[in-house]
């Protein structure tokens, strides 16, 4: 009960530090918010008339955080239009002169889905370690800037975070029990990241298939992974055919990248993540970063080595194969850093306990 209580304190904390200045911004909000507004009004009417920007702008990124937020914005819209009298004219010059009003909807809304991803990842530390470095791990993200600082944003990073933490935790859950829910519940949530930034399935996919056959399956198990194999393959043909335009963008953007980026040496592009988890989290930080992966050799836990092989999988695909070199990509392997933090600062903390127990003898 006493942990639950300083859980709720930390997720307090956490989403007053992202509430705090929410609105900054909202009358110049940048070209990815914009973007990402103007996909979701363009799903939302048919006639397209409620954008102002044109098709290839409008399906820039993939489609399922603005399909999620143009079905956030119904209750709002028809507002709206009771207020005009469904006269649609009247109806489009009040929501463009009052865009700031969805832009502080939509952002409000992500402060919360950034204070759920503190929950989400103290429920996945707890499984693959204990409650206490789960509490340590949901203070360092509850605190974390650059995680506060796109809690106020209305781009899909928070969506992507949240849906890679969930697929992870699920997968995990595979680990340890037969419930074929978890499977079903892994491969909904690799779907909803992939819909809310396509690459994030190359790492989770892997990682689910590992959960999945770590431990002696049945046929009838297997015949579920086969349909939910389906399923996924499904829901990754539906994302295209609504959207083809952005996956397509996507994949070209691979050989762009490299043009762009070709003049950085290979050292430079091997060490360009590394060098962006010290610049988001600082040498104490990384220290300890440092000392818990250490610890995870020297104490052989499968399930954190599998931690292990989802950063390692997703740094070697932005370095080899995805060729953008932007440091916020790292997010989803920066989060999980966290763990490694914690998983540092508890063991530290046992080793002096253990020091000063001995000394005072």
């Known amino acids: 009960m006493l942990r639950n209580k300083y859980l709720i304190i930390i997720l307090i904390i956490g989403f007053l530090l992202r509430f705090n200045n929410f609105t900054v911004g909202i009358d110049n909000i940048g070209s990815d918010e914009k973007v990402t507004l103007m996909m979701s009004l363009w799903i939302l009417d048919p006639t397209h008339s409620l954008s102002e920007t044109g098709h290839e702008m409008n399906f820039y990124y993939a489609p399922l955080v603005p399909i999620i937020y143009a079905f956030l914005f119904i209750p709002f819209f028809i507002v709206k239009l009771l207020i005009s009298g469904f006269v649609i004219d009247t109806f489009k010059e009040d929501l463009f002169s009052n865009l700031s009003q969805l832009i502080i909807f939509l952002r409000f809304f992500n402060v919360l889905l950034s204070t759920l991803t503190i929950l989400v990842f103290y429920k996945l530390v707890n499984l693959v370690s204990n409650k206490y470095v789960g509490l340590i791990a949901a203070t360092l993200i509850a605190i974390s800037s650059i995680h506060i600082e796109l809690a106020k944003t209305i781009r899909f990073w928070n969506f992507f975070i949240l849906f890679f933490l969930l697929a992870i935790y699920f997968s995990f859950k595979l680990l340890y029990s037969n419930n074929i829910k978890s499977l079903y519940l892994a491969f909904l949530f690799i779907a909803f990241n992939f819909g809310s930034m396509y690459h994030g399935i190359i ?108 950063i390692l999988l997703y740094y070697l695909l932005l370095t080899f194969i995805v060729n953008t070199f932007e440091d916020r990509h790292f997010l989803p392997a920066l989060t999980l850093l966290l763990f490694f933090c914690a998983y540092g600062i508890y063991y530290m903390y046992k080793l002096i306990n253990i020091l000063i127990k001995h000394i005072s003898f």
Request: hydrophobic share 50%; net charge positive.
């Open 203 to 310: 790492v989770l996919y892997p990682i689910t298939f590992l959960c999945f056959f770590l431990k002696k399956r049945t046929q009838n198990e297997k015949k579920h992974f086969f349909y939910v194999n389906i399923l996924l393959m499904f829901f990754i043909v539906l994302i295209y055919v609504l959207h083809p335009f952005a996956l397509e963008r996507y994949i070209l953007y691979g050989s762009y990248g490299d043009k762009v980026f070709n003049y950085l040496s290979l050292t430079n592009r091997i060490l360009f993540y590394q060098l962006a988890t010290i610049n988001y989290y600082g040498l104490f930080i990384t220290l300890f970063m440092t000392i818990g992966i250490i610890l995870t050799f020297i104490k052989g836990n499968k399930k954190i080595y599998l931690l292990l092989i989802s």
